[in-house]
């Protein structure tokens, strides 16, 4: 082959080379890769003088209220706490009180997460506060039935929700039939027989 021909065979062979990898690499770029694998949702334990009651968080629309939440679980602030206001057919609360009705001491507040976060649907768990939307801290609640009337309306805060009960809701309605007594005007709504939180703890990483 004369040399000048050979140099033209030799570039042509080269762009189809190049060509051929440009198009390969196109391809690769366009294939979709799998996608990360998501992390599991924190779970928590509560076991109470009734049984077990395992919750979700939801640390994507309450991140604030999560991470405080599970600040109190990990130091142990909520062994010992009973609940201390159960009205059937509505809410169950703890987290505020011993059996001897002192109560324990939180720390700082933290910020409202309702508006644009989870509903007050039964089976949720949401924080506690004053009138303030901003003033919950440690206490919080058990919906026993869609309280809608708790939800965030009109960019108004409502009470935030922070977990979904996933098993244990027999306890928590166990719980909800306590027979209560009102002992002054702030504890209107006292179980008879106190139920207490034993304690606790994160679920193990699924």
Not at 138 to 147: G, I, M, P, R, T
Not at 179 to 206: A, G, Y
Request: charged share 20%.
């Amino acid at each position: 082959m004369q040399p000048a021909r050979f140099a033209q065979h030799f570039f042509y062979q080269n762009l189809v080379a190049c060509c051929l990898l440009i198009f390969c690499h196109s391809l690769w770029a366009e294939t979709p890769t799998s996608a990360a694998p998501t992390e599991p949702q924190p779970r928590i334990i509560i076991t109470t003088t009734l049984g077990d009651i395992e919750i979700e968080l939801a640390p994507e629309k309450a991140p604030l209220t999560v991470r405080n939440f599970l600040q109190y679980a990990d130091r142990h602030y909520y062994d010992g706490t009973i609940f201390h206001r159960v009205i059937q057919g509505f809410i169950i609360e703890t987290g505020g009180f011993d059996r001897k009705l002192n109560a324990f001491e939180p720390g700082q507040s933290v910020k409202n997460e309702s508006v644009g976060g989870l509903l007050n649907i039964k089976g949720s768990v949401a924080m506690a506060r004053s009138h303030d939307p901003d003033s919950a801290k440690a206490q919080f609640f058990f919906n026993l039935k869609n309280n809608r009337n708790f939800d965030a309306k009109y960019g108004n805060p409502g009470y935030t929700v922070f977990g979904q009960v996933i098993s244990g809701m027999e306890v928590v309605q166990s719980i909800a039939t306590s027979k209560v007594e009102k002992l002054n005007h702030q504890f209107v709504h006292k179980p008879l027989e106190d139920i207490q939180i034993i304690n606790i703890r994160r679920s193990p990483t699924r």
